[in-house]
């Protein structure tokens, strides 16, 4: 049986900073928008990846208080080091900045961690053996 991971789904407390977050720092874009049963859900999508993969998000969640060893995190490629150098220090200015750079052996590479409006950590990383759909970041 083939399968094909499409979206995550995530109740947020606030789903206006929430937005902001992901299509400033994760250069996600809205790409629905609709009220069901009286409350505003929206799917954010890559530029050009809305039919691959989306993030749902709905209202009326609780902030995360994810604790300091606990690792769970949204991952981001960038296409190079400067690029996890630029959005960690933009996240540090801001006060979101939860992991500095790190440069570690492969196949983890270099990376940096912020926390989005919600208290999810959410990974930047350079040099992951990881490819995109339009093919390998790095």
Known sequence: MATAFTHI????ADLDACINFYTDYCAMSLVHDRLDA???IVWLAEPGRADDFIIVLI???SRRQQKDDDF???GFALPSRAAVDAIARRASEAGILAWPTRDEAAPVGYYCGLRDPDGNLVEFSFDQPIRTAAGPIS
């Open 38 to 40: 009286g409350k505003r």
């Open 59 to 61: 209202p009326g969640g």
């Open 72 to 74: 769970s995190h949204f």
């Open 9 to 12: 789904a995530l109740h947020v």
